[in-house]
């Protein structure tokens, strides 16, 4: 994948509707927050057994058909930062999603459907998994996806420590140095193996302190994702971005909750 592909792509939702054919007409009276972008977080896929980080293709497929319906276009990662990046610009209504961890299930059940709806996708990886762990991608399936122009492969650490644990039970200058390592080891086999700029991180359980984000502003990254928070507003911390972790249960009044959407009551 040539770098910065991505991030000169963004896909709208014109006529998702009618290819899922389970969907009303577009409510423009439904109420977003102005300028906030929700950056969802999945995990897991199957496609009919939901699990506690496992989305079924009918969940994923109805809150694609949410976003549409409520205006939002989903748009690369590289994108929203920028928007964020410009509080006040009224840009479009955005929305993001990305992937935690290489789970083999990306490449068979969410690969195609990303296909399908021609949505973009970031990934974020911890590379001692890949061809190794037996729930995981393989490096070649990673080269597949990423082909395709619609996934970016990006860090998730080297192998997905939890960082408190790890500051509690080393020195401090052990400590920075194991940071140091699992930031930059991870950019460095993902851009030597993919051959694609790696600059944007998601924090393993969402951990992240002002240390933490010094040390990753030194290794090169640009942009990097926390865990839960809501919609990320504009002028946000872009090395502490918040994200929305999504449930199988989220469909209906729950997902426009967490996407920031207030529907107008309905008159009997």
């Not at 977080?41 to 009919?48: E, K, L, V």
Request: hydrophobic letters at 45%.
């Amino acid at each position: 994948m040539r770098s910065g592909s991505i991030d000169r792509r963004t896909v709208v939702f014109a006529g998702l509707a009618a290819s899922l054919g389970a969907i009303a007409p577009i409510r423009a009276l439904a109420a977003r927050v102005p300028g906030a972008i929700p950056i969802l977080a999945y995990h897991r896929f199957d496609p009919a057994i939901a699990g506690p980080t496992t989305i079924t293709v009918r969940t994923f497929e109805t809150q694609l058909s949410q976003l549409a319906e409520t205006g939002y276009r989903v748009t690369g990662l590289r994108d929203a930062a920028a928007a964020l990046r410009r509080p006040g610009a009224g840009a479009p209504s955005q929305a993001v999603i990305t992937v935690d961890d290489g789970h083999r299930s990306v490449y068979t059940v969410l690969f195609p459907l990303i296909r399908k709806h021609r949505v973009p996708v970031t990934l974020f990886i911890y590379p001692s998994a890949i061809s190794n762990a037996d729930y995981a991608m393989t490096w070649d399936q990673l080269r597949e996806i990423a082909a395709s122009g619609l996934v970016e492969v990006q860090s998730h650490t080297y192998w997905h420590p939890n960082f408190n644990a790890e500051r509690r039970r080393r020195s401090p200058t052990d400590y920075r140095a194991f940071v140091d390592d699992q930031l930059q080891r991870s950019k460095a086999v993902i851009e030597a193996r993919l051959r694609n700029r790696v600059d944007m991180l998601a924090w393993p359980f969402g951990i992240v302190d002002a240390e933490l984000e010094a040390a990753a502003r030194k290794a090169g990254y640009t942009v990097a994702l926390a865990y839960e928070g809501g919609p990320a507003a504009p002028g946000a911390d872009l090395l502490a971005l918040p994200r929305i972790p999504v449930s199988d249960a989220d469909r209906g009044a729950r997902f426009d909750r967490l996407i920031g959407v207030t529907r107008p009551a309905v008159r009997p």
